[in-house]
C-alpha cells in the first residue's frame, strides 16, 4: 500500500548505490537520497509525504499485495473495462505504482496501449516492456500532461491523498471523454461477523492510532463508501462499486478466501512493522521499541485462526467513465489548438501506425542493407545502445528520437511514438511540409531524383518523402539499427557512419539532415562531403539546434537546472570529441564549402503550452511530451561516461530539468533554425553543379521537395 507521511525525525541520509537510472525511470531532485529511520529505509524526496518504507521488504510485501488483487479479481488486473482482453485502450496512467508491477503488467496484456506509472519514492523497475515507462512524481502537484488518458488506475492511496475531490477532479480532468476512473481502496476498521474480534483487541488499537496518526499528517483514511458520491460529485457516470474480503489469516473455509487469508497474513505480517513505525514515532511519539513490542501483539492476534476477522485489508473497487460528451480541461480556450492536434496527426496516422509496429519488431528485411554486427545492442545503466562502432554515439539507442537524432547513442526498444512526436513536431513548424528546402514546397514542379537522409533515425522522414514523391529514389543511412522492417518501394536503409569516405555510385539532388547536433567531429568536413556528393543545382538542408534555451521575459535563470543540463551536455559532447555546433555558423560552414543562395529561418519550440498563440501552445504540448520522452536517455550516457557521474546522479539531475520544463512559468523555448543551401552554375539558361565542372554534362534544375524536408533546429 502506498502512504505519505508529514514530518521527520532527524535520521541519517544515505545515497543508495545500486538503483534504476533508466530510459523508464524518470526521477526527482532528492530522490536518490534515500534517509534511514528506525533501522527502515524512507524516500527523501517531498520528505514526510509518504511514511512507508520504500526498502527491499516493503517492495517484496507490494508484490504479495498485487497477487492478491490478482486473485480476487479472478486473474484480472482490475474490475474496469479497461482490463478485459479483447479491450483497446491507448493512454494509461497508473497513479501510485509502488514497485510498477501492476503497469508492468498491464503493458505486456495490452501491447498496444502506452503506460505511465508514476510515484512519490524512487522502487521503479530498471527494465521494462517497451510501452511502459515510469516517473517520480508528486500526485497533489499540477498535472502538466500533454495529452489526456483513456484509463486511470489508482490503488491502495487511501491515507496518502490530502483532499479526494481535488484528486479526482484532476483524474477526471485527465481522461478522454469515455475514459475510466478505477479506485481500489482499503477500508482502515477490520470487519468480523461473528463478534471474534474484540473492540479493545491490539488489532483495533492499531488502526485507531494508525487512522489518529494519518489525521495528524493532514491525510486521513478516506471513507471509501463515500468515494462513490464523491466521483459522481465530479461528473463521472457509470460509477461502479464492489467490495472483496481479505481474510486475516486462512481461516474461511472456501477455497478463494482461506488462499486469500494465506498471502494477507504473509502480507500484513511483513508489512505491519513498516505501517506503524513512521506514524507513532513522528506523529504521536511512540519509540521504537514501543512500536516494535505493539507490533508483535498486532501480529500474534492477526494469525490467531479463531478471530474471524477480514478487513484489516477489506478491499473495494470503484471505476466510473467520463461521459462521451465531457469537456476537457480548459476545453473552451484550447479546443481549436487540441482538434488541430488530431487532425495533423490524422494525415499521416496510417503511415505512422505501420511504422510503429514493425518498428518494434526485427528489422532484418532484404530493404536494409545492414551488417551482422549492427543488430548486436549493447546494456547499459537500463538503456540499449547499438554495438556498431560502439561508443561513436553516447545517447541511448531508446531515446535519441525522442528528442534528436544526436549522435551521442539511438534508441532500439522504446522509440516507438517518441519519434513521431518530434517529427510531427517539424511538420507543425513547417506548415505540414516536410522540410523548408525547394524540394518541399507544394506547388513546385520540380522533381527529385537521388535523395539522402543523413541520421534517418527510425526513417519516418525517409519513408513519408519516398511515398510523397514516388518518383524519388530515397536512402537513408544511420549508425544504429532501428529503421522499418517493410518500406515503401522507392526508398531503402543502410546502417553506415558518416565519418567514413563517402562512396555513392551516384550523386543526389537533396540531402536532408536532420538533428546532427553532438554526432558529428568535424562539421566543415560533413559540409563538404555533402557538397560532394550532390548533382549541379542540388540542395542540401540541415535542421540543427543549439544547446542553451531561450527565454525573452527572464523567466529561466542562468542557474536553472535546464541551463546545467545543456552546460554540461555541451561539455561532455566536445570532451567526446563531438562538440555542440553552433546553428549560426552553419551558414558559414556552407558558404566555404561552395554552397551558395544559403537561406535560414529559425522557429520556436516552447518547452510546455506556456504560450498565447495556437500554434506555439500546440508545439509546447508536444514539445514537453518529446522531453519527458526522451530527457534521461540523453543524458545517461554523456554524462557518466565523459563526466563520472553516477546514474543516480543523473536521474537526480534529469527529474530537475523535467520539472522546469513542466512549469508554465518558466517562458523557455527551443530556437529552431533552418538552412537550406544549394550549389549551381547557370549557363545558357540552364542550371549545371558547379563542383567538379564539367563531369556531368546534363542540367539539373533547383527543384522544390513537396513537403517532406527537414529544418536546422536551432535551441539558444
Known amino acids: 500500500m502506498t502512504k505519505h507521511p508529514q514530518g521527520a525525525r532527524s535520521a541519517d541520509f544515505v545515497d543508495v548505490p545500486q538503483s534504476i537510472a533508466s530510459s523508464s525511470t524518470s526521477v526527482a531532485d532528492s530522490i536518490r537520497q534515500f534517509r534511514i529511520e528506525n533501522g527502515r529505509t524512507y524516500h527523501s524526496y517531498k520528505d514526510g509525504k509518504y511514511y512507508v518504507p520504500n526498502d527491499a521488504r516493503e517492495i517484496d510485501r507490494l508484490d504479495v499485495q498485487h497477487n492478491m488483487f490478482i486473485l480476487s479479481f479472478d486473474g484480472r488486473l482490475g474490475t474496469a473495462p479497461p482490463n478485459a482482453e479483447a479491450f483497446k485502450v491507448g493512454r494509461v496512467l497508473d497513479v501510485g505504482t509502488g514497485s510498477g508491477i501492476w503497469a508492468m503488467e ?25 510501452n511502459v515507462r515510469f516517473e517520480v512524481d508528486d500526485l497533489e502537484e499540477d498535472w502538466n500532461y500533454s495529452r489526456p488518458f483513456d484509463y486511470i488506475h489508482s490503488r491502495m492511496m487511501t491515507s ?105 497474513y504473509d502480507n500484513f505480517a511483513t508489512g505491519i512493522e513498516g505501517f506503524l513505525m513512521a506514524p507513532l514515532t513522528r506523529a504521536l511519539n511512540w519509540t521504537p521499541e514501543e512500536v516494535t513490542v505493539f507490533s508483535m501483539e498486532v501480529r500474534r492476534e492477526f494469525k490467531d485462526p479463531r478471530v474471524h476477522s477480514y478487513s484489516s485489508i477489506s478491499s473495494w473497487s470503484i471505476y466510473g467513465r467520463k461521459p462521451e460528451e465531457a469537456k476537457t480541461p480548459d476545453e473552451d480556450e484550447n479546443a481549436s489548438v487540441r482538434g488541430d ?13 505501420d511504422l510503429l509496429t514493425t518498428l518494434l519488431k526485427s528489422i532484418a528485411s532484404s530493404s536494409t542493407s545492414v ?14 545502445y547499438h554495438n556498431y562502432k560502439d561508443g561513436r554515439r553516447v545517447t541511448d539507442s531508446v531515446c535519441a528520437p525522442a528528442l ?55 526513417g519516418i522522414w525517409a519513408e513519408e518523402f519516398g511515398e510523397e514523391h514516388p518518383e524519388s529514389e530515397v536512402l537513408g543511412v544511420d ?109 558559414h560552414l556552407m558558404a566555404k564549402a561552395g554552397f551558395i543562395d544559403i537561406h535560414e529561418q529559425s522557429f520556436k519550440w516552447p518547452s510546455n503550452p506556456w504560450a498565447s498563440d495556437k500554434k506555439h501552445k500546440e508545439l509546447g504540448y508536444w514539445n514537453l511530451d518529446n522531453a519527458i520522452a526522451g530527457l534521461e536517455g540523453f543524458m545517461l550516457a554523456p554524462l557518466t561516461r565523459v563526466l563520472n557521474w553516477s ?19 518558466i517562458h523557455s523555448y527551443s530556437t529552431i533554425v533552418t538552412d537550406s543551401v544549394y550549389q549551381f552554375r547557370l549557363e545558357n539558361g540552364r542550371t549545371y553543379h558547379k563542383y567538379k565542372d564539367g563531369k556531368y554534362s546534363y542540367p539539373n534544375d533547383a527543384g522544390e521537395n513537396d513537403r517532406l524536408g527537414t529544418f536546422s533546429k536551432l535551441l539558444i
Open 106 to 130: 498491464f503493458g505486456e496484456e495490452h501491447p498496444d496501449a502506452e503506460v505511465l506509472g508514476f510515484d512519490l519514492s524512487a522502487t521503479l523497475p530498471e527494465f521494462t516492456p517497451p
Open 160 to 264: 496518502s491523498v490530502g483532499d479526494w475531490n481535488v484528486y479526482v477532479k484532476k483524474c477526471f480532468d485527465n481522461l478522454n471523454p469515455g475514459g475510466y476512473l478505477e479506485l481500489n481502496e482499503i477500508d482502515l476498521y477490520p470487519c468480523c461477523d461473528d463478534g471474534s474480534l474484540k473492540e479493545d483487541s491490539p488489532m483495533y488499537k492499531c488502526v485507531r492510532l494508525w487512522g489518529e496518526a494519518a489525521e495528524i499528517f493532514g491525510r486521513p483514511f478516506i471513507n471509501i463508501k463515500g468515494l462513490k458520491d464523491v466521483l459522481l460529485d465530479v461528473g463521472f457516470e457509470d460509477v461502479h462499486i464492489q467490495r472483496f474480503k481479505w481474510p486475516n489469516n486462512p481461516w474461511p473455509k472456501d477455497k478463494k478466501h482461506k488462499e486469500l487469508g494465506y498471502w494477507n
Open 341 to 353: 492536434v488530431s487532425a495533423h496527426l490524422s494525415l499521416n496516422t496510417s503511415k505512422r501506425e
Open 371 to 384: 551488417s551482422d554486427s549492427v543488430y548486436r545492442f549493447r546494456v547499459e545503466n537500463g538503456r540499449t
Open 404 to 458: 534528436s537524432a544526436v549522435d551521442l547513442g539511438i534508441l532500439v526498444s522504446k522509440s516507438d511514438i517518441s519519434a513521431d512526436v518530434q517529427h510531427n513536431m517539424f511538420l507543425l513548424t513547417f506548415d505540414n511540409k516536410l522540410g523548408t528546402a525547394p524540394p518541399n514546397w507544394k506547388d513546385s514542379k520540380i522533381r527529385v531524383g537521388q535523395v539522402l537522409d543523413v541520421g534517418t533515425g527510425t
Open 479 to 587: 549508425l544504429s539499427a532501428i529503421q522499418p522492417e517493410y518500406t515503401h518501394p522507392n526508398v531503402r536503409f543502410e546502417i553506415d557512419d558518416i565519418e567514413d569516405p563517402w562512396i555513392y555510385s551516384k550523386p543526389f539532388d537533396y540531402i536532408h539532415s536532420r538533428m546532427m547536433q553532438s554526432s558529428i567531429a568535424d562539421w566543415q568536413e560533413y559540409v563538404k562531403k555533402c557538397y560532394n556528393n550532390l548533382s549541379p543545382g542540388g540542395y542540401l538542408e540541415m535542421n540543427e539546434m543549439g544547446i542553451n534555451p531561450r527565454s525573452d521575459d527572464g523567466t529561466l535563470l542562468t542557474d536553472s537546472a535546464l541551463m546545467k543540463f545543456s552546460m554540461l551536455w555541451a561539455e561532455a559532447s566536445a570532451k567526446f570529441g563531438r562538440p555542440w555546433q553552433d546553428p549560426t555558423t552553419l551558414k
Open 647 to 665: 546514474p543516480e546522479e543523473v536521474t537526480v539531475l534529469a527529474m530537475e530539468v523535467r520539472r522546469e520544463m513542466k512549469d508554465p512559468s
